[in-house]
């Protein structure tokens, strides 16, 4: 399966979330809009190959992605309010994506979960017009995909 899928259905995964304004399935070129707020920006990670799980010519890989929700630009609203907006998305998306371990039956996905995430915190994406420092209020978390996948001999090998 490609990481182009992969991240292709993580996006519209987290678009059905309530609340969630955009996805981004691949890095966005500078300008992140205030009306596409709160909106996820998906970067692939490292990947685990297991040779020896499921035999010979089976391999079971796991993927990591960094999934940013982007709540609300840093230096808006009263002391705390943004931080406030940016806790509850904690619980709602690691319940979402518990609740979908397959990613939404994805053919070749074995399991996917949330590893870890940060909590509150500011995050700078450059070049943005919703935020002039290119700060807000966000959470990362961490996403493990893990695929079956079938190795494919050379000829004479």
Request: aromatic share 12%; charged share 15%.
């Given at each position: 399966m490609s990481i182009k899928l992969i991240r292709e259905r993580i996006a519209s995964l987290q678009l059905a979330i309530p609340g969630v304004k955009y996805a981004y399935s691949i890095l966005p070129r500078g300008v992140v809009q205030s009306n596409q707020l709160p909106l996820f920006i998906n970067f692939v990670r490292d990947g685990e190959y297991d040779h020896e799980e499921l035999g010979d010519n089976d391999i079971l890989h796991t993927r990591s992605f960094n999934m940013w929700l982007l709540v609300k630009p840093a230096a808006e609203g009263e002391e705390g309010e943004s931080e406030n907006l940016t806790e509850p998305w904690i619980e709602t998306v690691v319940q979402y994506f518990m609740a979908r371990p397959s990613l939404?039956?994805?053919?070749?996905?074995?399991?996917?979960?949330?590893?870890?995430?940060?909590?509150?915190?500011?995050?700078?994406?450059?070049?943005?017009?919703?935020?002039?420092?290119?700060?807000?209020?966000?959470?990362?978390?961490?996403?493990?995909?893990?695929e079956f996948t079938q190795r494919t001999f050379a000829t004479n090998e």
């Open positions: 939404g039956n994805l053919i070749g996905v074995q399991d996917s979960y949330i590893v870890s995430d940060t909590g509150p915190k500011k995050m700078v994406w450059p070049g943005s017009s919703a935020s002039p420092t290119g700060t807000y209020w966000g959470i990362e978390f961490r996403l493990k995909v893990i």
